[in-house]
């Protein structure tokens, strides 16, 4: 089924009004993050989108069971990680002399070679950061999913979305194939079974990624930890709301 595009064209941008104020809802206000548009957030049912007016970046994309979704791989990945690092991905066979590897045994071998920098770049995106992302959103999601989260899953989500940028088992899948086709026409290539547990945790981390719903994320952790806290007996420093209405934005002096 085709995905309805909602674009936000009903909102009120400030940035088309000189003067005057405009009346709304603080709860609901975005900003885009491709190009700083100020909007008010409609809801969306799953299965649709938001569209920023001017830029058309997705604001809002619900995911069905989305929660579920990002434990169930998350899960996965990590029990497939270690096979995933330190199990051969392939074997060469030239002349009758085998040579297979791991992805812990390049970053030795860069070591060992003394490639120091490059080695350590292999060791933080490809074994280490790829780790504790998928050990960030597991405990994240399994909060959410026990009805347990807190303050500090809010920093733990935080703290992943820092280092989004920094897995990159992607690129270092596209090396594999280029390794791959650069060695068929000189020897027989084995594939080895880290190497389809590497496509796994491949899956697994992109997968995650693309079915998690920040929104959903974001609003069930700060009703749970806010749920908690009043339990516990903790006031949080919350701005007052107005008695007559959600407080006006200035738009003066804007283009």
């Known amino acids: 089924m085709a995905q309805s595009l909602h674009l936000l064209w009903d909102f009120h941008p400030l940035q088309r009004h000189c003067f005057g104020t405009i009346e709304m809802n603080p709860k609901k206000i975005i900003l885009c993050p491709e190009c700083d548009l100020l909007l008010e957030m409609s809801s ?10 001017r830029c058309g970046a997705i604001l809002g994309a619900p995911v069905k069971d989305s929660v ?5 791989l998350t899960s996965a990945g990590l029990l497939i990680y270690v096979p995933a690092i330190f199990l051969p991905l392939l074997t060469f066979d030239a002349a009758g002399i085998e040579s297979s590897g791991s992805i812990a045994d390049s970053f030795l071998a860069l070591i060992n070679t003394h490639f120091y920098f490059t080695g350590l770049m292999v060791f933080l995106t490809a074994i280490l950061i790829p780790l504790v992302k998928l050990v960030m959103l597991f405990i994240v999601a399994a909060s959410l999913y026990t009805g ?72 069930e952790i700060d009703k749970q930890a806010l749920a908690r ?11 007052p709301e107005p008695n007559n209405g959600p407080p006006a934005l200035s738009t003066q002096g804007r283009p």
């Open 44 to 53: 969306v049912e799953e299965g649709e989108k938001l569209l920023c007016p």
């Open 68 to 72: 579920e979704k990002v434990l169930a």
């Open 148 to 219: 347990r989260s807190s303050r500090k899953t809010a920093v733990l989500f935080r703290l992943y979305h820092h280092l989004d940028e920094w897995g990159m088992l992607e690129v270092y899948m596209i090396g594999i194939l280029v390794t791959i086709i650069k060695m068929l026409h000189m020897a027989h290539v084995n594939y080895d079974v880290g190497f389809y547990c590497f496509i796994g945790l491949l899956a697994a981390t992109l997968g995650s990624a693309a079915l998690m719903d920040k929104k959903l994320f974001w609003d």
């Open 229 to 239: 806290e009043q339990k516990e007996g903790i006031l949080p420093c919350r701005r």
